[in-house]
């Protein structure tokens, strides 16, 4: 990055603070609280439930040890068996905003795009990624070390830094508690700095054995969001909780980093913060 901050130029409307925004870009990610209300939260969890049946009910007709997805109403399951044929696992089910209509409204909450026009400094954006994350006690899902840029060139080679300052931010909805103990997001403070799509290593083939020491776990409670910058290392470990730990992701870019369709009949759709 040439200068410490760029200009900010669509604060007046946005729920970040100028501490909150500071802090996205000289530590990489920042939280907004109580983005979503408690009804909202009521919503989406039933929502997500919901999901969890279809994964279910479908994952029946898989067989046996299968590992892989389906498609229901556009959105795509990630799912593995057990010997039985029942559900083992759900990973996560990407465009699930295709699957319901409440879960595609939270995921563009306008909160939310006031927040990601504020970062990426452009009143307009296109909605990739709209992610359904469980993790249910036992589930044993992880992810390991990972930049996030790394996904959207393994999408797309081709993928673009249009504003110069990463030109993408997820967005991690909590709708349960996160922490620690049931598998909560690891952060690397500042290890977004200093780098470059060109010469990019995944992040689990360059370790630097002082991530651990460094990263940071962000307490989440229902209807919390954590807001992440692409370049950003960070990793999840499983849930050892006894309840399970959703989150609900929506991810965007600036016009014209990316030239790939995502998984889900609701993503790849151009959105307009309100308000500005």
């Not at 057990?82 to 696992?89: N, P, Q, T």
Request: charged letters at 20%.
């Amino acid at each position: 990055m040439e200068h410490p901050l760029p200009e900010r130029r669509f604060g007046k409307h946005s729920p970040l603070s100028e501490t909150d925004w500071r802090q996205f870009f000289e530590d990489g990610y920042c939280s907004i609280r109580h983005l979503l209300s408690g009804d909202e939260v009521t919503l989406v969890e039933a929502s997500l439930h919901h999901l969890i049946e279809i994964a279910e009910q479908r994952a029946a007709f898989m067989g046996r040890h299968f590992d892989g997805y389906f498609y229901y109403r556009g959105a795509q399951f990630v799912v593995a068996n057990d010997a039985y044929g029942h559900l083992e696992k759900l990973c996560r089910v990407c465009g699930c905003g295709s699957a319901d209509p409440t879960l595609l409204q939270m995921s563009r909450h306008p909160k939310l795009l006031q927040a990601f026009a504020d970062i990426l400094m452009s009143e307009q954006f296109e909605h990739l990624i709209c992610q359904f994350h469980p993790k249910l006690p036992g589930d044993k899902v992880i992810f390991p070390p990972h930049r996030d840029v790394e996904h959207r060139l393994n999408a797309d080679p081709n993928w673009s830094d249009m504003n110069h300052w990463g030109s993408y931010v997820v967005a991690v909805i909590a709708i349960d508690s996160a922490g620690s103990g049931n598998g909560g997001l690891r952060v690397v403070p500042g290890s977004h700095r200093h780098v470059g799509l060109n010469g990019l290593e995944p992040a689990r083939n360059q370790p630097d054995p002082q991530w651990t020491e460094q990263a940071v776990c962000p307490e989440l409670a229902p209807g919390d969001v954590l807001l992440m910058h692409p370049y950003l290392v960070h990793w999840s470990d499983a849930n050892t909780g006894s309840h399970p730990r959703f989150s609900l992701l929506s991810g965007v870019s600036s016009p014209g980093a990316n030239h790939n369709s995502y998984p889900g009949e609701c993503t790849n759709r151009m959105l307009t913060a309100p308000g500005l």
